[in-house]
């Protein structure tokens, strides 16, 4: 019986997330396209790439037809890397190109200086034997060929090539060509990895990345954001929900507030999200850092992710309300992180959420917040894509035993002026609408329980209060009328409100 051929170890990038991506690595001794616009990051991704193969001792080589060794060296040193593995050929024009006596008037140039070309690049591959090569970039060689043939032809004569040489080769393209020939190259290349730089009306360039061929190999589809740091690019792959499924033992989280938690039928189960629902003000933020209060109180950890407030001004808020939110903070059960929308992409920001709930094994994180989702949309820059990416960020977090707290800011106070930006209500499995209303001559607060999936809740309206005491919520009130409507009147007596002045 013939034993099956050992499937060839994979070829590390140097970037960890981007190997996650490519399903382990690169098939090794094959030759892959690397496409993007000009910024788009293949130069970084390249350099990374070749480190890499430096750090195993391997011999490996740039060869530049457009930049020169110095500029690849201050690119490498803004990053804090050191190309003394490298080897370098340049095979850009000299200056005595300029002389007029040099210029070539009998023949076509690039006749001449095709052939030229790709002989040093055949010597330098023969004298070094790399095992991993960058030939940056096939735009020039396209132009000295002149013909979509004789280019093809050259590029498939430099495959078989480096193929007999067991060399792994990124061939860079800026994508300067027509479609056409585009498609050209990519029939050709073992693999295809497409960089694309994105530019929002405001805010920070967008970059991300996408595996649209990879012969033989299974990769994660679709795109992945990543972000050019000092240091390289960081690539944030796409979060797949199923692949972290697995069965939880059910546990019951509870806010610290007996009334609360008697609205919800006895507290939030484990591995839920809650839609935290009202204007702005009215509370919503104040009972989801109840719960995280509550939580650390128990010894377990809480994430929470604010894009519109700042973190002293949250802080001061909670001693209003005397909760010992910094007290918690300082002692590494509560995380607070703000965010800026405008600096981050969609996919870094799940990407931080994931590594801030599989980053801390020995105290497992129990509770995220989100504060707030209209924050969150507007770090989107195609808000149709919102839903679908949220989602997977939720069925995530439902399979790691986390309770998710969405809060969600209606735009308007009162009556039917009141919207909402997105509809998330029915991604979330319990949902809490918060109101304001009128009584004995006072802006009120209430809430009910509109929604929970796993379990029974009251459908009763109580009245919620933040003060000195914390989060205080009453006992039901039944004598409200137009509480869906936006405008609840309380049509009961002063004595029914226990939360008054005195």
């Known amino acids: ?88 050929v340049e095979l850009i024009p000299e200056e005595g190109h300029l002389e007029p006596e040099n210029q070539i008037t009998m023949y076509q140039p690039s006749e001449i200086e095709l052939n030229v070309t790709i002989k040093r ?41 480096f193929a007999g040489r067991s060399c792994t080769v990124f061939l860079l393209d800026d994508k300067t060509s027509s479609r056409d020939e585009d498609l050209q190259l990519e029939s050709i290349a073992h693999g295809v990895i497409s960089l694309e730089q994105l530019s929002p009306e405001y805010g920070a360039e967008r970059r991300r990345l996408r595996v649209i061929k990879l012969r033989g190999q299974k990769y994660r ?105 910094r007290e918690f903070m300082d002692a590494g059960l509560i995380e607070v992180r703000a965010i800026d929308p405008a600096e981050l992409s969609p996919g870094e920001f799940a990407h931080m959420v994931r590594m801030a709930v599989d980053g801390k094994a020995g105290n497992p994180v129990r509770i995220v917040l989100i504060d707030s989702l209209n924050g969150y949309l507007n770090a989107m820059p195609e808000e149709r894509f919102l839903t679908a990416q949220l989602h997977e960020l939720l069925t995530y977090l439902g399979h790691r035993d986390v309770v998710t707290f969405l809060v969600v800011a209606q735009h308007g106070l009162l009556s039917h002026a009141m919207t909402t930006t997105i509809d998330t209500s029915y991604l979330a499995d319990t949902v809490i609408l918060f109101r304001y209303f009128e009584a004995a001559g006072e802006v009120k607060q209430l809430l009910s329980v509109l929604k929970k999936r796993n379990g029974h809740h009251e459908r009763t309206i109580r009245e919620f209060s933040l003060g ?30 226990i939360f008054r002045n005195d």
């Open 121 to 161: 690049i055949v010597e330098a591959v023969e004298t070094l034997s790399p095992k991993r090569v960058i030939i940056d970039s096939l735009s020039e060689i396209k132009l000295l060929a002149q013909s979509t043939l004789r280019f093809r032809r050259q590029v498939l004569a430099l495959k078989q090539f």
């Open 221 to 325: 589809g679709g795109f992945h954001d990543f972000s050019i740091v000092q240091g390289g690019l960081k690539v944030f792959p796409r979060i797949i929900a199923q692949e972290h499924a697995g069965s939880h033992e059910t546990k019951i989280v509870r806010s610290g507030v007996p009334e609360m938690d008697a609205l919800l039928g006895g507290g939030i189960q484990s591995g839920s999200s809650v839609l935290l629902l009202g204007p702005a003000g009215v509370g919503k933020s104040s009972l989801a850092i109840q719960y995280a209060v509550e939580a650390a109180k128990r010894g377990e950890a809480s994430v929470m992710f604010t894009f519109d407030e700042r973190i002293e001004t949250m802080l001061a808020r909670a001693e209003g309300l005397n909760m010992p939110l």
């Open 468 to 497: 000195a005491k914390g989060v205080q919520i009453g006992e039901p009130l039944t004598k409200f009328h137009g509480v869906l409507t936006g405008t609840p009147i309380f049509q009961g007596t002063d004595s029914e409100l």
């Open 1 to 88: 019986m013939l034993e099956k051929p050992a499937k060839p170890s994979t070829v590390q990038t140097g970037i960890a997330e981007f190997d996650n991506i490519l399903g382990g690595g690169l098939t090794p001794f094959r030759s892959y396209l690397l496409q993007g616009s000009p910024g788009s990051g293949k130069t970084t991704l390249s350099l990374q790439f070749l480190l890499e193969g430096a750090k195993q001792n391997e011999a490996v080589l740039y060869i530049t037809l457009s930049e020169s060794a110095a500029e690849l060296r201050a690119v490498a040193a803004s990053h804090g890397f050191s190309l003394d593995g490298v080897n370098i």
